[in-house]
């Protein structure tokens, strides 16, 4: 499914802007075949790994967040 992924979001997103936010524990295994998919399918895509715990569960990652889709330019038709 997660090799599918671009293709799948790219009928129904009409930007071409994507940022995957991930803990580690799952980026680890399965971020780089997203990232390449969404790739494949004509997205400009960041992956933005965070640790995983409940540390990351807060204002603080989230405001990191926002910071990365201000950087990318991300508008209201990115996706996140």
């Known amino acids: 499914l997660l090799a ?3 293709a799948l ?4 997103c009409r930007g071409r802007r994507a940022l995957v936010v991930a803990d580690a ?3 680890v295994p399965h971020g780089a075949v997203i990232v390449d998919s969404l790739r494949a ?3 400009a895509v960041e992956l933005l790994t965070v640790d995983a715990g409940e ?3 807060s204002v603080a990652w ?3 967040i926002w910071d990365r889709l201000g950087a990318m330019k ?3 038709d990115g996706l996140l």
Do not use: P, Y
């Open 9 to 12: 979001v790219a009928a129904r």
């Open 62 to 64: 989230l405001a990191r």
């Open 25 to 27: 524990n799952v980026a």
């Open 74 to 76: 991300l508008g209201r």
């Open 4 to 6: 599918d992924a671009g």
């Open 41 to 43: 399918a004509g997205f």
């Open 55 to 57: 540390e990351t569960k």
